[in-house]
Structures are given as C-alpha cells and as structure tokens.
C-alpha cells in the first residue's frame, strides 16, 4: 500500500473547471507539500503545510488554493482551471525537524483543454 | 534564476560501468542536499544526501560527493544496473536544512544499457 495517496492519478478537464486533487498519507507526518512538474523542469513549489492550522505559499501559487483537512489529508484546488495549468502534480510529506527527506505520492497529470 | 543546476538532461553508460551525475549550485546558504531518483508514472523516491559537513556520503552502490568550493555535488553510481535507469534529481532546501522548500534541477535522465 502507497504511504502517500493521490487521486486522481489521472484527469483531463476544460478551461474554467473548477478541480481538486487530493492526496491522503499514512506516514504520520506533520508536514505535507503540494509540487508541480512541467516538461524539462524540476519540481516547483506550489504550498506546503507544516500542520493543521498551518499554510504557506511556495513559489508559484497564484491560481492554486489548499486546504489541510486533517494531519494526513492536504487537497489542492484549481478554482478556474486554465491551460497553463496542465502538468503533473506531486504531493510529498516530511516529518519535522531539519534535514528529514520528502515522500512523494505518485502524481496526478492533470490537462486542461 | 537557477539556484541548482543540472547541465546535462542525459547520460548513458553501459552496465557495470560507473554513471557519474552531476549538479551546480549558486546559493552558498544550502547546507543541505539530496538526490531522488524518478520512474516513469511514480514519484520521485528518496536516494542519498549529504551534508554540507561532509563532502562524501556512500550507501551501497551510491556515493555523493560535495566539493564546496566549487559549489558542485556529483552523484556515482558503481557499478550501474539497466535497473537504474531513471530521471536524477538534486535538491536543495532553501533554509538552513529546515528541509521545507526544496529547490530541484531540471533532472538528469540516466539509460544504463546492458
């Protein structure tokens, strides 16, 4: 069983949807982190949580919002998908503290036509 | 700007001969560093890091090399396996170690032939 779930693992949808993609963990981690991967490029921050009541912005979240349901659920939602946005998505987790490495879900491609 | 950098986006190298990845970064504040390996259609997994404190760090097969001054990590794998064929990543956390914003290169994909 993966430790670090993503669902969809797969959704094509149109411009203007608004999309969720959700990722659940059993790793028992504070610290959970949404990425983005685009063709050619390394993965890109999007928000990070370092628990429940705790959201930060990463390096592109303009057009992203997330929300921490419980220690194990972190969802990310497209309010307006656009095209732009197509890519593929992981979430990873981390325990807390310093120098503790990320686990990665298996990722989430996402088109939007 | 790139603050980490992988200049090459391939490498091949026959089995049983050593793959040597590399990577360059800018920012003299990382004290920290990783290496993820990435299959087709799974998530980057976990590989090997080092601290700055260091300048190698060997498990198993995989040894990683810190040169500071030359603010350059290298990555060997001895003696390559058709099973490591795979996209390399190195990573960076922007913090002093905090681990919580990584910073990633582009990614090395590396073909180990038989």
């Known amino acids: 069983d993966a430790d670090v779930t993503q669902t969809p693992r797969n959704r094509i949808t149109k411009t203007g949807k608004r999309i969720m993609l959700e990722c659940s963990q059993t790793?028992?981690?504070?610290?959970m982190y949404w990425y983005r991967q685009d063709p050619g490029l390394g993965l890109r921050l999007i928000y990070y949580?370092?628990?429940?009541?705790?959201?930060n912005k990463g390096e592109i979240s303009d057009g992203y919002s997330v929300s921490r349901q419980a220690q194990a659920k972190f969802s990310l939602s497209l309010e307006s998908a656009i095209p732009n946005q197509t890519a593929l998505y992981f979430c990873?987790?981390?325990?807390?503290?310093?120098?503790?490495?990320?686990?990665f879900g298996d990722g989430t491609r996402l088109s939007i036509l | 700007d790139q603050q980490v950098k992988q200049n090459s986006p391939s490498l091949s190298v026959q089995e049983g001969r050593i793959s040597i990845l590399n990577c360059d970064y800018t920012?003299?504040?990382?004290?920290?560093f990783l290496w993820y390996k990435k299959y087709p259609a799974e998530g980057p997994t976990f590989l090997i890091s080092i601290s700055s404190i260091k300048d190698k760090n060997e498990d198993g097969r995989f040894t990683v090399f810190l040169n500071k001054s030359a603010k350059h990590l290298s990555l060997h794998i001895v003696p390559s396996q058709p099973g490591d064929s795979a996209v390399y990543f190195c990573a960076a956390p922007d913090s002093g170690g905090s681990n919580y914003k990584l910073t990633f290169g582009k990614g090395t994909l590396l073909t180990v032939n038989p």
């Open positions: 949580s370092f628990d429940v009541k705790d959201i």
């Open positions: 990873a987790t981390s325990q807390a503290g310093g120098n503790q490495p990320q686990h």
């Open positions: 790793k028992g981690h504070d610290r």
């Open positions: 920012n003299s504040m990382f004290d920290y």
